[in-house]
């Protein structure tokens, strides 16, 4: 199962972007999704995840106040809307879920996950 993530391109410091990932079905028949990002040289991070009911499982300290995760049920699609994007955000970005339910406080362990998305990659300018 592959999900499909698009969104990515260049955008200047300070800009914004939606980054989009479809489920391959109904979002209830998933745990939810979660994003992850990869700079060149870094480990794969966790950015943040939500429920498919539309709860908040948390956001990297990184990112809080700047992007937000939401859904849409009838389009079976996840959203990463970044604003105030910094050049520290520039990385590959991953959309992820489970077909399992994942235990609360787990959501930013990426092994949890077991379907991903081909990664979308954002650059940000100075």
């Known amino acids: 199962v592959q999900l499909q993530a698009s969104g990515g391109g260049l955008v200047q410091a300070g800009g914004s972007l939606r980054l989009s990932c479809a489920t391959p079905?109904?979002?209830?028949?998933?745990?939810?999704m979660a994003w992850f990002r990869q700079a060149p040289g870094e480990e794969r991070e966790f950015v943040g995840a939500?429920?498919?009911?539309?709860?908040?499982?948390g956001y990297a300290n990184s990112v809080k106040g700047r992007f937000t995760i939401s859904g849409d049920n009838k389009k079976k699609t996840y959203y990463l809307q970044m604003n105030s994007l910094r050049r520290e955000d520039t990385a590959v970005y991953y959309c992820?879920?489970?077909?399992?339910?994942?235990?609360?406080?787990?959501?930013?362990?990426?092994?949890?996950?077991?379907?991903w998305g081909q990664g979308t990659q954002v650059t940000v300018s100075s």
């Open positions: 939500v429920h498919w009911s539309g709860q908040v499982a």
């Open positions: 079905g109904p979002q209830f028949m998933y745990w939810g």
């Open positions: 992820a879920t489970s077909g399992k339910l994942l235990v609360a406080g787990t959501e930013s362990d990426s092994s949890k996950y077991d379907y």
